[in-house]
Antibody
């Protein structure tokens, strides 16, 4: 059974960097899957942030691209998200998810982690 | 970039059918996926590739895609179906995953 688990600080100061990790179990991160970050502000909808293929190929939401980096760590079987220069607008529940291909849906999700941007 | 349009809300009586629409330019040319999200929980995939159901999803959930509109249909609605529902596609022209804004389904 594929399982994903987000981890990272729940509080980040404005202008700081948000760093999250998604630990994957039940499947190798080196397999043919797309690994994705999605966020949801309080009371809001889902927003795709970025994705990465096992080869290292990446896609970014244009609205966040200048501030976002997604990366893989095959040795640890996890992938990570960094979002720089955060503001209160980046406060959200951050989810990691898997898609078997770009045109398939996200079939496995982490439980989500709330990140609050506040001083 | 590609835009998916969903109605903000839909109300339905128990036992009736709920239909949630997802509009997009020539959406029939894309694979549409649907997620159910209950309060405080992660989204769950309920329909993929327009009309396929993952294992464990009741047959009451079905999907269709034609022209500029994809539709999620929930037959014989139950109280436990009350949730937010999101449609999603991959837009190959901009290399982006796109979500609709979500529809809150309320069971009366």
């Amino acid at each position: 059974q594929v399982q994903l688990q987000e981890s990272g600080p729940g509080l980040v100061k404005p202008s700081g960097t948000l760093s999250l990790t998604c630990s994957v179990s039940g499947v190798s991160i080196s397999d043919n899957n797309w690994w994705t970050w999605v966020r949801q502000p309080p009371g809001g909808g889902l927003e795709w942030i970025a994705d990465i293929f096992h080869t290292g190929s990446t896609d970014y939401n244009p609205s966040l691209k200048s501030r976002v980096t997604i990366s893989l760590d095959k040795a640890k079987n996890h992938f990570s998200l960094k979002l720089t220069s955060v503001t209160a607008a980046d406060t959200a529940v951050y989810y990691c998810a898997r898609s078997p291909s770009r045109v398939a849906g996200f079939d496995f999700w982490g439980q989500g982690t709330l990140v609050t941007v506040s001083s | 970039s590609y835009v998916l349009t969903q109605p903000p809300s839909e109300s339905v009586a128990p036992g009736e059918s709920a239909r949630v629409t997802c509009g997009g330019n020539n959406i029939v040319s894309k694979s549409v996926h649907w997620y159910q999200q209950k309060p405080g929980q992660a989204p769950v995939l309920v329909i993929y590739y327009d009309s396929d159901r993952p294992s464990g999803i009741p047959e009451r959930f079905s999907g269709s895609n034609s022209g500029n509109t994809a539709t999620l249909t929930i037959s014989r609605v139950e109280a436990g179906d009350e949730a937010d529902y999101y449609c999603q596609v991959w837009d190959s022209s901009s290399d982006q995953f796109v979500f609709g804004a979500g529809t809150k389904v309320t069971v009366l």
